[in-house]
């Protein structure tokens, strides 16, 4: 998660609800909201564009060999973080507040709440209490930790599997 206050950005795109900034500095573009939520609110519905059998930086996993490529595309700017604000329910199609958000706070998500074993792993530089470092999906990641987690139906059932495989 990125303060504002400390990063110089240049607008993007406007979603009325959201826009999508850039950061000067590192050319990364980030997600924040335009007005505030509170936990369970859903803030917006996304469909399947492509589906593809393989992930990729920009896919959300919704099965076993099922990634989609996420409609609106703007959707896709919702970074990472070990201390999320938003949930992709990937059963309903709802992007879902999971702590209170503010006007102006950056949208991020938690990949491994959607991610079982990520194409293209990475070391997080969140920063947060939480932080688990290297995110490579929750194949990667014990049930204790991802306790703390809102999850997918479909992260739940591989970890059904993982913990119970008999
Ligand atoms: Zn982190």
Redesign the pocket.
Known sequence: MVNISTATYRLISDHSFAVVRQNIANDQKAFFAQRSYSPGEVLARFTAGEVLDRPSYLTVQVGINQHIMLQPEHLQYINH??EPNVFFDTSSMQIIAVRPIREGDEMTFFYPSTEWDMAQPFS?L?G?AS??GEIRGAAHIEQSRLDEYRLTDFIQQQLHARNNPH
């Open positions: 973080s070990c997080c969140c947060t932080c688990l």
